[in-house]
């Protein structure tokens, strides 16, 4: 069985500056994922996106069929306030202060020169890849950024060295700087958070039903030591629909030790602001909570 599976990473899933980190597609007949890509990006290079996104080269693979709903990762937006500078935005959006350089190319800059108070930044899509035997930042690289040499760029944003050998169950954040969205795909986005803005409380209230029913295989999964299973999960449900706060709190605190458990330490910094977002007077006792879960929330 393959451990290999490539997760978009959202700290929030919220809607940002009128756009969305995803927003749902369903495959039609004889729909590929390479004219998905087309379609919405303009190039089959991003399909890998779109496994990632939706977790399809879990447990070997999996084929998409018609009537499938896909989650179609998009970047995100941000307008900037004052005193904010490329570093506090890139432990906002990214999970750490050390990638503000990357935030900052992204948007035309460099990290030394803070953005303007009012410019809209563009925060890119980022996959969290879980390696498998035998893979290297270069293959990784290729796959997902179309150029082997650019491995350093791997490398830098997850603090590695350029001869670390990559083991299997690593977890490799993978930002897609080039990833930009179609006409088409622009215009998807923006119905699809229409719609969320709409369609009021008959779709929450749906989505919160499910949510309801899929919260507890989700736990079972982190119980298990199924990470990987339950970071899917957790996942599609925070991108399923308006839920309540004590869900997103659940959902998220499980995201927070299946990340800590695949040393993904950024996205587990992510999940666990979400979590004490959607639950503020969470404690973080050292009797009941693990050393690795407090280390990831900042907390000493």
């Known amino acids: 069985m393959r451990t290999r599976a490539a997760l978009l990473f959202v700290a929030s899933l919220a809607f940002v500056a009128g756009d969305a980190s995803a927003f749902p597609h369903v495959v039609s007949q004889g729909e590929t994922l390479a004219q998905i890509a087309i379609k919405f990006y303009g190039s089959p290079r991003f399909e890998t996106a779109l496994v990632g996104a939706n977790a399809l080269d879990a447990h070997g693979g999996s084929a998409i069929v018609a009537g499938q709903p896909l989650e179609i990762p998009s970047p995100t937006h941000h307008r900037v306030t004052a005193g904010e500078t490329w570093a506090d935005l890139s432990r906002l959006h990214l999970g750490d202060a050390k990638r503000a350089e990357t935030l900052a190319r992204a948007n035309g800059g460099v990290s030394w020169i803070q953005p303007a108070v009012g410019q809209e930044i563009e925060v890119p899509a980022v996959v969290a890849h879980i390696a498998s035997e035998n893979e290297t930042m270069p293959g990784l690289a290729q796959r997902y950024l179309g150029d082997m040499n650019r491995a350093w760029e791997l490398d830098g944003y997850n603090g590695r060295k350029g001869d670390q050998k990559l083991l299997r169950g690593d977890v490799v954040l993978v930002p897609l700087l080039d990833l930009a ?49 339950a970071v899917a999960k957790g996942n599609r449900l925070l991108g399923s629909g308006d839920l309540t706060k004590p869900q997103l709190s659940t959902i998220h605190r499980a995201l927070v030790e299946a990340y800590v458990a695949l040393e993904a330490t950024g996205l587990a910094s992510g999940a666990c602001a979400a979590w004490r977002a959607n639950a503020p007077d969470v404690r973080l006792d050292p009797k009941t909570v693990s050393p690795k879960i407090r280390a990831a929330c900042g907390a000493r």
């Open 181 to 229: 969205l179609t006409e088409e795909g622009k215009k998807a986005a923006r119905l699809a958070a229409e719609r969320i803005r709409t369609e009021g409380g008959g779709r929450a209230y749906e989505a919160q039903r499910r949510a309801e029913a899929d919260i507890p295989p989700l736990l079972a999964d982190v119980r298990a030591g199924r990470y990987v299973d």
